[in-house]
């Protein structure tokens, strides 16, 4: 008796193929039957050509949010240079940008391929089921990642885990199963990027065309960046009206992330003795006054927030490098920074040399011509050029030199 020969597809060299029994028929109802899903837009070339404007954006989300996170938590083998003064500034205003207009990416995307959650049968071997589970992960930790990082930026924090880190690992959890995917993909995405650009585009059965969906996908990211961007983007304040935070409103002309009361401050800031100590070789201690009396100096400098709003604004205060000088700093010397803020991860600041002493960075005394304001850092806080807000110190106490 002769044999029968049962053709098997091709697999990788090394790769898991174990076919899987099927799931009965019986099961076939609802989304799983075939048939299900009319519109011709659930196919692989809408879901290439989505995903063309998709990948770019996590890309750049991705490379600004890590430089973000290295600025904030400066690895002691990284250098960070302090020019441009406005390099912050327009890095975390695209990363909060790209982020947002990557929403209506990503939905857009899911509703592409969301009928591939249906397929049948569900898994036709452990690497189909593999690669499926793949994809839930990258679907899962991007719909966080955006998720999240719209409550950042609203400063609402509904979770009990620090957002910070959390956010920043998912970031490459997204990242990684982003590649694993686009690799499985390649064949389809090689295909779907050579074809002709006078193919017949197959219209949809029951739903617009392609041209009509990539219109609407693109108007879309056009109103949600113009409605938000102008958080950091001041000639487009006007018509930010989602924008959380507008450049210009709060006291002294600069907003404000957490007031004086908010950060438990207002007794010792209002305390007549207060007294900046600044510790180091030749230490000294000094009044507010005596600051004053010191050699003044205004810059120029942007404050931009990790939420992605930024604003200019002139500051008047005594250059740090002459209170480093003062103390008798050696020039590499790190200087730490506290704050009289307790209860804040950032509450303790180091800034190496390349801030310190930069002649731009200042202990502010003043904020647009005025004593700065409570909500502000009174009596002193720091400002620094090409820096995170969240390490621009306000309610400076104590200042030391680490050599």
Not at 122 to 148: K, M, N, T, Y
Not at 311 to 326: P, Y
Not at 366 to 384: M, T
């Amino acid at each position: 008796m002769s044999r029968i020969r049962i053709p098997r597809l091709p697999r990788a060299a090394g790769a898991p193929d174990i076919p899987l029994p099927e799931p009965p028929a019986a099961l076939r109802r609802g989304p799983l039957r075939e048939g299900a899903f009319g519109s011709a837009l659930h196919d692989p070339r809408t879901a290439v050509v989505v995903g063309r404007l998709l990948g770019p954006a996590f890309a750049v989300c991705f490379l600004t949010g890590v430089l973000s996170h290295l600025m904030q938590h400066q690895p002691g083998w990284l250098a960070l240079p302090s020019r441009p003064v406005w390099g912050y500034r327009v890095t975390q205003g695209l990363h909060v940008a790209t982020g947002i207009a990557a929403v209506p990416l990503l939905l857009v995307k899911l509703w592409v391929v969301y009928p591939r959650l249906f397929a049948w049968p569900p898994a036709r071997s452990v690497r189909h089921a593999l690669e499926r589970l793949s994809v839930a992960v990258l679907v899962a930790a991007a719909v966080f990642e955006l998720a999240g990082g719209l409550l950042n930026i609203v400063q609402w924090y509904p979770w009990p885990f620090p957002f910070v880190p959390v956010h920043y690992w998912i970031g490459w959890v997204v990242t990684g199963a982003l590649v694993l995917h686009i690799a499985v993909q390649l064949p389809t995405i090689v295909g779907h990027w050579r074809r002709a650009r006078g193919t017949a585009v197959p219209q949809a059965v029951d739903g617009p065309s392609r041209r009509g969906l990539m219109a609407a996908l693109g108007a879309s990211v056009g109103v949600v960046t113009l409605a938000t961007v102008g958080q950091s983007f001041s000639p487009l304040g006007k018509v930010s009206l989602l924008a959380p935070r507008r450049p210009g409103v709060g006291p002294q002309g600069l907003p404000v992330n957490k007031t004086a009361a908010g950060a438990g401050v207002l007794a010792p800031i209002r305390d007549p003795a207060w007294r900046l100590t600044v510790v180091g070789p030749r230490g000294f201690s000094v009044s507010r006054e005596e600051l004053l009396a010191m050699p003044q100096h205004t810059v120029t400098l942007p404050i931009a927030c990790v939420e992605g709003w930024s604003a200019s604004a002139s500051w008047t205060g005594v250059r740090i490098r002459d209170l480093l000088e003062r103390a008798g700093a050696p020039e590499h010397a790190t200087l730490r920074v506290f704050s009289l803020e307790r209860f804040s991860p950032y509450a303790v600041m180091e800034m190496r040399r390349e801030y310190a002493r930069d002649p731009l960075s200042l202990l502010a005394l003043s904020l647009n011509g005025e004593p700065l304001a409570e909500d502000h850092g009174y009596p002193a806080r720091v400002i620094a050029p090409n820096r995170p807000g969240v390490l621009q110190t306000k309610w400076v106490s104590r200042m030391e030199v680490v050599l």
